[in-house]
């Protein structure tokens, strides 16, 4: 394999893996992002570490896991934790730009408040916030030096509140070109920094990092009258889990549910919603279909990694649900993950469990560059090479709230799914039967030995990791022995001895 020195991660937020043609799905609109699959590795089982935005974007930045980085909860909806990373933290940056890279990140940052991509070390302009910053300076000055109008919205979706006022803002027509969208606006600010990166790896070798952090296509769907009408709603079938009816599961589900007003809105409109969303994922396509297109042009794609995943999921009315929460689902847990390294093999499916904060010590493998001891990330260069190296046979997930703090663990292995849901029921899942995860198997009496096993398995992982949620486990599930006392007194140690 030829030394990939240079680094292109592109991104997208709350973006669902069925949206890809790459990933089966025969209607989308998804040609730049299905031929990185051709010619790259495809990862079927790539996970977010947690399916909200700022800890699953703080642990790529670390490749920490969110338990360990502490930065748990969105600035925007934030329930009590800290709201920016520590001075003193890790960062992969950090490691490249010592080693004399060059390093951007256009787009989305929301991995923090008060610190900024740049005091990681990015270039790139300052676009904070949870969705498109149409009021930016950069991009108003972008607006008018190409003639192009305005931001303009009509034709809103949105539901109906439990308190009878209107829901949130779900999706909308804008009226732009396509040359005006912010998604546009993005790809050209990273094709210029691309250009820059280029000449200085051609005249000094030196190589570059660069990052396009798309803001869509999380919610609400903003996108312009081709990418709003593109798909015909009677054309998109609904989830099957859109039978869900809460049986025997968290109620903070169907709050949720309410919340985001799935009931007060016709599965017509549901079916439109998805229709757009798909939309929006085609937007964002093609506008890497430009950035793709700029490597070719600069001479980059035999010198270059190329990488593609998102922050999480996204519901789009499974589960009659919408956006993300604590309801931990394939939807929004199970993501797109694609990358190409120059001279790897072509058209690899892999089937490991991998996770988005394995990105970490990707990048610096790919720069020569020993991982941090103080990082949760495992290297994907072997399975992009197509080695068979040993793997762990499940994924560790975690969640600590939105809205309101809401703990929970989960464990993935081949076949089943367990969840710690600490103040409800707890979850089980048989995804050989049950795929679409609407069956809560916890309670049976039959899957007694499968649940206390994974119940096990999940403790054994948790008191490695140094994940204190384990000491709730401890008194409360059959875990087996432990080495210590669980009340932390310090005066029965020897009561607690294996």
């Given at each position: 394999m030829s030394q990939a020195r240079n680094i292109l991660f592109l991104m997208t937020?709350?973006?669902?893996?069925?949206?890809?043609?790459?990933?089966?799905?025969?209607?989308?609109?998804?040609?730049?992002?299905?031929?990185?699959?051709?010619?790259?590795?495809?990862?079927?089982?790539?996970?977010?570490?947690?399916?909200?935005?700022?800890?699953?974007?703080?642990?790529?930045?670390?490749?920490?896991?969110?338990?360990?980085?502490?930065?748990?909860?969105?600035?925007?909806r934030n329930v009590g934790y800290i709201e920016d990373l520590p001075e003193d933290q890790y960062a992969f940056s950090a490691d490249l730009r010592a080693a004399g890279y060059n390093c951007g990140l256009i787009g989305k940052w929301h991995a923090g408040t008060k610190r900024s991509a740049a005091d990681f070390g990015f270039d790139g302009p300052d676009l904070a916030g949870w969705h498109n910053p149409v009021e930016h300076e950069d991009y108003l000055a972008y607006l008018t030096d190409n003639d192009l109008p305005a931001y303009e919205i009509s034709d809103q979706i949105r539901g109906t509140l439990p308190n009878g006022g209107p829901g949130n803002l779900l999706a909308a027509r804008l009226h732009q070109p396509v040359e005006a969208t912010f998604e546009y606006y993005l790809a050209t600010r990273t094709i210029e920094m691309?250009?820059?990166?280029?000449a200085d790896y051609r005249n000094d070798g030196q190589p570059f990092y660069l990052a396009l952090n798309f803001f869509?296509?999380?919610?609400?769907?903003?996108?312009?009258?081709?990418?709003?009408?593109?798909?015909?709603?009677?054309?998109?079938?609904?989830?099957?889990?859109?039978?869900?009816?809460?049986?025997?599961?968290?109620?903070?589900?169907?709050?949720?549910?309410?919340?985001?007003?799935?009931?007060?809105?016709?599965?017509?409109?549901?079916?439109?919603?998805?229709?757009?969303?798909?939309?929006?994922?085609?937007?964002?396509?093609?506008?890497?279909?430009?950035?793709?297109?700029?490597?070719?042009?600069?001479?980059?794609?035999?010198?270059?990694?190329v990488f593609f995943s998102c922050d999480h999921g996204e519901f789009t009315g499974s589960h009659r649900l919408h956006d993300k929460g604590p309801a931990m689902y394939e939807d929004i847990y199970r993501t797109p993950g694609i990358v190409r390294i120059p001279g790897a093999p072509e058209g690899q499916v892999r089937r490991e469990f991998v996770s988005l904060l394995d990105c970490t010590a990707t990048f610096l493998e790919l720069a020569g560059l020993d991982t941090s001891p103080a990082v949760d990330s495992r290297s994907l260069v072997p399975l992009i090479e197509g080695?068979?190296?040993?793997?762990?046979?499940?994924?560790?997930?975690?969640?600590?709230?939105?809205?309101?703090?809401?703990?929970?663990?989960?464990?993935?292995?081949?076949?089943?799914?367990?969840?710690?849901?600490?103040?409800?029921?707890?979850?089980?899942?048989?995804?050989?039967r049950d795929p679409d995860e609407l069956l809560n198997v916890y309670a049976l009496p039959d899957m007694a030995q499968t649940r206390n096993e994974m119940m096990e398995r999940l403790y054994a992982l948790l008191v490695e990791r140094g994940d204190k949620f384990y000491h709730w486990m401890t008194s409360m599930y059959p875990v087996g022995g432990v080495a210590y006392d669980p009340s932390l007194s310090g005066f029965d140690d020897e009561a607690y001895q294996k």
């Open positions: 937020d709350q973006h669902r893996a069925d949206t890809l043609g790459a990933y089966g799905n025969q209607l989308a609109e998804t040609p730049a992002l299905d031929e990185l699959a051709r010619t790259g590795t495809r990862f079927d089982r790539w996970y977010t570490p947690s399916a909200i935005c700022t800890p699953a974007r703080a642990s790529l930045l670390t490749g920490q896991a969110p338990f360990r980085h502490k930065l748990l909860a969105n600035h925007e691309l250009e820059r990166y280029a869509g296509p999380h919610l609400p769907y903003v996108v312009p009258n081709e990418y709003f009408d593109m798909f015909d709603p009677e054309d998109i079938e609904m989830p099957k889990s859109v039978a869900e009816t809460f049986s025997g599961k968290p109620q903070v589900q169907q709050n949720y549910s309410d919340h985001w007003a799935f009931d007060t809105m016709p599965l017509e409109t549901s079916r439109k919603l998805i229709a757009i969303y798909w939309g929006y994922v085609a937007l964002i396509d093609s506008q890497i279909a430009r950035v793709m297109e700029a490597m070719t042009r600069l001479g980059l794609v035999d010198d270059t990694a080695e068979t190296p040993e793997w762990q046979e499940d994924i560790v997930c975690e969640f600590h709230g939105h809205h309101f703090p809401y703990p929970q663990r989960m464990l993935r292995n081949d076949r089943y799914k367990l969840i710690v849901n600490p103040d409800s029921v707890n979850e089980l899942y048989d995804l050989e």
